[in-house]
């Protein structure tokens, strides 16, 4: 049971780069990761009923260290236009690696927006009070 009994529309953001994965070896579509990535997250929804996803952005061969990614900056645009609410990542080095400015979205933008964020390895969900544990 969560504090909050409030729907949430999220968005399930994905990240690798290419440093990270398995696409500029196969030439994969797609990689492992990402999809393990998502597995993840969809494994740690299944006991939420109070999040419905809504879109999955998939940024995969991107670097974290800045964020005008193509698929980040189109879930930024869907968040103003009030479709998202929630926003899960596997864990926060796929949300982004500029430590800075992943805290700016996570403690300034996103609050502001009134977004939930969650990243699921690290135990954080911002709907709790006590720093985000989970």
């Known amino acids: 049971m969560t504090k909050d009994l409030k729907s949430y529309q999220a968005a399930v953001y994905l990240r690798l780069s290419r440093e990270d994965g398995d696409i500029a070896d196969g030439g994969k579509q797609i ?7 998502k597995e993840l997250v969809m494994d740690y929804l299944k006991s939420r009923t ?5 879109s999955t952005y998939t940024d995969d061969g991107y670097s974290g260290v800045n964020f005008e990614r193509p698929e980040f900056q189109r879930m930024l645009s869907d968040i103003r ?5 929630c926003v899960i990542v596997k864990d926060l080095s796929r949300f982004g690696r500029n430590y800075i400015e ?3 979205y996570i403690e300034k933008i996103f609050p502001m927006l009134n977004i939930r964020f969650i990243a699921v390895t690290d135990g ?5 009070e006590d720093m985000g544990a989970i």
């Open 31 to 37: 990689s492992n990761s990402i999809a393990n990535q």
């Open 50 to 54: 109070e999040i419905t996803v809504v």
């Open 81 to 85: 236009e009030g479709k998202i609410n």
């Open 102 to 104: 992943s805290g700016r």
């Open 124 to 128: 954080y969900d911002s709907i709790n």
